[in-house]
């Protein structure tokens, strides 16, 4: 169920089974905004985002940063 999912992530990330696949995702995206040449929307609907806005804000709610920011950021290395 749920509840035991939550329970057992809880105990072992300290976190809820939501935030850990949320930032889960969200690693896998500042993966491929860095070394793929796919655009935004192309990443948001591989990650399975239902849509490109939805992604943006989830980035942004764990990084701190939009998808364009974070790719200006890291250009440089």
Do not use: W
Not at 15 to 24: Q, T
Not at 34 to 46: C, G, K, P, R
Not at 66 to 77: A, L, M, V
Request: proline share 3%.
């Amino acid at each position: 169920s749920t509840a035991s999912l939550n329970s057992i992530t809880k105990s072992a990330f300290g976190k809820h089974a939501g935030d850990v696949i949320k930032e889960r995702r969200i690693a896998e995206a500042m993966k491929l905004i860095l070394f793929s040449d796919m655009t935004f929307a192309e990443i948001a609907y591989s990650l399975n985002f239902s849509e490109p806005s939805n992604f943006s804000r989830n980035f942004k709610s764990v990084t701190g940063l939009t998808p364009i920011e974070y790719k200006h950021s890291n250009q440089n290395e």
